[in-house]
């Protein structure tokens, strides 16, 4: 098992892990706009990490085409993705069985797609067997019965859009941050994605006259933000960072659905949303895909 989950598999089921939390660490920012949270969860991480960015970005520098790649990764990834899908879960009224969550399942596809066409990835005949497997897992791991609420009013067209777009923008920016990591430190590349979305993040919430909200926040609201910085947000970035460094976008994205499996759990450990039996099977199902793809990784060596 200790060469099966080996560095870079274990750092990505890590930080998927990490992000199972998240939920959970935010719900006391509701009173906030999406926007307004984007901004200052990366701007507590920028924070943190600029004394390491100033003293790299003296010896490590970053290319033009470095400028624009992070660029791309921050707004898609960091500001766009987690906008669409808030709104999507908005015109859902954050239904966790919607047709939002069936289309999020299609972020794999996209990363796959992408780490094949930008990184040349090879996919075999035995990883699409068993990505097929872990996506088809994920999926009745998030429904229960396998049962998807398509009558979630008249917002469920936008709200697939919005859902659409969410998938696209982390789906790509997978392969994209792996394609940035190849030659810099993956400590390096967060600290300027953060940086980077930071000022995005700003930016956006001006467009989006939302720049009341800036002094909007409580004590205990920039409280939690930091605790994000230190958990969910950049300190799982990183770890995922260094994961990604070592292994195959296409195999990262079937990895981080470790996700979703443990936030249904978490979700029905705390808030008593009981599982039914062919959850527990589904999740039993993806820890194995998930077991047999990280061998496939390891055999790529």
Request: avoid cysteine; proline fraction near 3%; glycine fraction near 6%.
């Amino acid at each position: 098992m200790r060469k099966v989950f080996s560095y870079g598999p274990l750092l990505i089921v890590v930080a998927a892990s990490l992000w199972a939390f998240d939920g959970i660490i935010r719900r006391s920012l509701y009173t906030l706009p999406s926007i307004t949270i984007v901004f200052y969860e990366h701007l507590f991480g920028a924070i943190i990490l600029l004394p390491y960015f100033i003293s790299t970005f003296k010896k490590e520098g970053l290319t033009r085409r470095e400028f624009f790649l992070l660029l791309f990764i921050s707004m898609f990834s960091g500001v766009l993705g987690t906008l669409w899908f808030t709104t999507a879960l908005l015109k859902t009224n954050f239904i966790s069985f919607s047709v939002v969550y069936l289309i999020q399942k299609l972020q794999p596809i996209f990363a796959i797609t992408t780490a094949a066409i930008l990184l040349k990835e090879k996919i075999t005949k035995s990883y699409i067997k068993w990505a097929i497997l872990a996506l088809t897992a994920a999926y009745f791991v998030t429904f229960k019965n396998g049962v998807i609420n398509f009558s979630t009013g008249s917002g469920t067209i936008i709200a697939a859009i919005y859902a659409l777009g969410a998938a696209f923008a982390w789906g790509t920016s997978t392969a994209f941050s792996k394609l940035a990591l190849v030659k810099r430190p993956s400590t390096y590349i967060t600290s300027i994605r953060f940086f980077f979305t930071s000022i995005l993040g700003l930016l956006m919430v001006f467009a989006m006259g939302q720049s009341q909200s800036l002094v909007s926040p409580t004590f205990s609201q920039y409280s939690r933000f930091l605790l994000i910085a230190v958990s969910t947000g950049m300190f799982s970035v990183a770890i995922y960072y260094q994961g990604l460094k070592k292994v195959q976008a296409n195999v990262s994205t079937i990895l981080e659905l470790v996700y979703p499996l443990l936030a249904v759990f978490i979700d029905a450990t705390l808030y008593k949303s009981f599982l039914a039996p062919t959850q527990y099977l589904a999740g039993v199902v993806l820890l194995f895909a998930i077991y047999q793809i990280s061998k496939i990784q390891l055999s790529l060596k």
